[in-house]
């Protein structure tokens, strides 16, 4: 039987800090409509959609800087987590192994080449509700209550390097087995300054840019994505977003040139932290296909409109933003 490539399976989780952890339970909860799925005793709070599967697929944790903790991915059987940890470690990555976090057994810990901290598991809790967070559709693990914004499930993380440390970010998720879909250049005589990462089918797992504006292992988080089943569902997420008084980042509603997913980035107001609501990206199914090319010029971030924070990025200011929106670039 032909093996697969790689060694995961899927993006499990995400663990951000946040300084003013209930403020940003409030607006995952109340505006975003996740489920809270537990708290431990760090006085970490879980979180998920309701078309998710596991105990969680996001958890926030208290920190007086926000940023990423770390980033968890299910291995692709029990046996591959013990091939994945063994080629981790003959590359120097590993970082040896931890307890798990609720919803899943002992996990190995990583670092990926510009000091972001990732883990790999196996053991899950596959959380199926009852009462009144149950649905009467056995494939469902939660009901759809319609709460919030409502996002269906946990979809993808952005972050970025410092300069000249994406090609060390490449070779290794090209080493894990992912597929490089898309990839972001200055121009064809100069090495790649980003690109999307995607296990199986989606238009990326993980996306890794370049920042100019940071400095080599600062491990800079740029934002996590929540999905949509409809476009339509992203206008009535930003209306509802505009009633309670939050402003759409970077020109958005608008639609990504790179992977033509349709979104809008909202910011947490407890962390700070950049969401994404978003949907109807490509589907990649080709083992073999990509990367299509997209050059910074062309702002493959954004095929609608003028907002480009690789532009903005390039005038000195951190991940493109500016008091957390990108400003029109003239045309």
Request: with cysteine; glycine share 10%.
């Amino acid at each position: 039987m032909a093996k697969n490539p790689h060694y995961l399976s899927q993006l499990a989780h995400l663990e951000l800090f946040s300084p003013k952890v209930e403020e940003t339970v409030t607006f995952l909860t109340d505006v975003v409509g996740l489920d809270e799925t537990g708290r431990d005793e760090h006085g970490s709070v879980y979180f998920r959609a309701w078309g998710d599967y596991f105990h969680h697929t996001l958890k926030i944790s208290p920190r007086e800087t926000p940023g990423m903790g770390h980033l968890g991915w299910r291995a692709d059987s029990a046996e591959a987590l013990d091939e994945c940890v063994a080629y981790l470690e003959s590359t120097g990555a590993g970082m040896g192994w931890v307890d798990g976090d609720l919803g899943h057994g002992r996990a190995y810990r990583f670092k990926s080449p510009d000091g972001h901290i990732h883990e790999v598991f196996w053991d899950v809790v596959w959380l199926k509700e009852t009462g009144q967070r149950g649905s009467i559709y056995a494939d469902r693990y939660a009901s759809n209550r319609r709460i919030g914004v409502n996002p269906r499930r946990f979809d993808h993380v952005t972050y970025m390097v410092a300069k000249f440390q994406y090609g060390k970010e490449k070779a290794f998720w090209q080493g894990m087995g992912l597929k490089n879909p898309d990839e972001v250049r200055i121009s064809d005589e100069i090495p790649a300054v980003g690109g999307l990462w995607t296990i199986g089918n989606l238009s990326h797992d993980l996306a890794v840019f370049s920042d100019p504006n940071i400095e080599p292992n600062e491990g800079t988080f740029n934002h996590l994505a929540f999905n949509f089943d409809s476009r339509e569902e992203v206008l009535l997420a930003l209306d509802y977003f505009t009633e309670r008084g939050f402003k759409s980042v970077m020109g958005a509603p608008t639609r990504h040139k790179a992977d033509e997913g349709f979104f809008i980035y909202i910011t947490d107001p407890g962390s700070g932290i950049l969401f994404e609501f978003y949907a109807c990206a490509r589907l990649i199914f080709a083992p073999d296909h990509g990367p299509d090319i997209h050059y910074l010029k062309d702002n493959p971030n954004d095929a609608w409109g003028h907002a480009n924070p690789f532009a903005e990025m390039g005038k000195g200011k951190k991940l493109g933003l500016t008091d957390g929106v990108v400003k029109p670039v003239d045309m």
